[in-house]
């Protein structure tokens, strides 16, 4: 009789890396990308060169001294701060809990999991993704925007910024765990309807960005603070942004 087939393991990418350096680097890059974070949409005028705008003020509102950044940053930070992936990386690397696989970790008094403030706002996770998902819609918005320069089509280096932003935070936004849950999560037959036909076809679809989710995240976390610093470089007159009009 032949021997059963076992699938390869799958082979974890970090796993030849220093025990150390993930959660490391974890902290360093969330920490660097809060503190800026946190001077951009408080201290910071809109990020608005031409046809560009920061993804920290889109949609843009303003409503008198209030910085503009303020009435949008809570949508994405709410996203990532529930974020699967994300909790994951900060409980490990901030808090050590867990500090990884069959390891002891030290004494913590009573765990509650996310039962208990704050945590318990981790499972308001779906509702972060909705306002998340109405943000992304404006960001396109304004990446196809950034290709109108007073009414003439053009390509500036800002504008393949733009597109390249909102193109990396779409594929982490629709890979989420929620969206993938909510497209099949809770079906028990794919096939006995034409609509569950249908959202399996959207189930896969999730899944082939849910398999790549934490190098969605990091990559679309790297390109709004890029592209937000470009735009403010420009507004400064610190660079020149080479462009191509029609």
Request: glycine share 8%; proline share 7%; net charge positive.
């Amino acid at each position: 009789m032949a021997l059963a087939q076992h699938a390869a393991p799958v082979r974890n990418p970090y796993s030849a890396l220093p025990n150390w350096l993930y959660p490391t680097f974890v902290v360093g890059a969330l920490s660097l990308f809060g503190i800026f974070a946190a001077w951009v949409v408080f201290f910071q005028p809109a990020g608005r060169f031409g046809p560009y705008l920061s993804p920290f003020d889109s949609p843009l509102i303003n409503l008198g001294p209030v910085p503009p950044g303020i009435w949008v940053a809570w949508a994405p930070l709410a996203f990532r701060l529930t974020c699967y992936y994300y909790r994951k990386a900060y409980f490990r690397s901030f808090f050590w809990h867990p500090r990884s696989c069959a390891v002891p970790e030290p004494g913590r008094g009573r765990y509650r999991g996310e039962t208990a403030f704050p945590w318990i706002l981790n499972n308001f996770h779906r509702f972060a993704f909705y306002a998340t998902f109405v943000q992304v819609l404006f960001l396109w918005y304004d990446a196809l925007v950034a290709f109108n320069f007073s009414g003439h089509f053009g390509v500036g280096l800002g504008s393949v910024l733009m597109i390249a932003n909102v193109l990396l935070l779409s594929g982490y936004t629709f890979g989420c765990h929620a969206l993938r849950h909510l497209a099949g999560g809770n079906l028990d037959c794919f096939s006995c309807s034409a609509s569950a036909s249908a959202r399996f076809r959207l189930w896969k679809g999730v899944t082939v960005l849910n398999i790549r989710h934490d190098r969605w995240a990091w990559a679309s976390l790297a390109s709004v603070a890029a592209t937000d610093i470009y735009i403010r470089l420009l507004m400064a007159g610190l660079l020149h942004d080479p462009r191509w009009i029609a």
